[in-house]
């Protein structure tokens, strides 16, 4: 089902991997945390999240579509900070098989603590 994943939500199953490819920088900075919520709702224990996000200004018809741009290390403190931790990515997934990448390294997979 359709839902903004910047409010929030419950759904009636859980899941072991959740991917969010190039998503948490387009939503502001005041949604980052429920977004994160609704993701440790929807993630079975021990489960995987994949994120991607890129921490470059992009504007489209003079609108920034990169609401929350951050460093990589601001990232890992944030997602620690909402009970996650951070594993090495490629032992979850090889890079060749992402279907997105990015430029600067922003490549997480997080497992809740």
Known sequence: FPCDCSKPFSLPIQFDVITAWDVVEHLPPDRQQTLCDNVRRALKPNGIWIVTTANNSECANGIELHQTQRSREWWIG????????????????????????????????????
């Open 78 to 113: 944030f997602f620690l900070n909402q009970g996650f931790s951070v594993v090495p990515i490629e032992s979850i997934i090889p890079r060749w098989a992402m279907c997105r990448h990015s430029a600067d390294g922003c490549e997480f997979a997080l497992m809740l603590k």
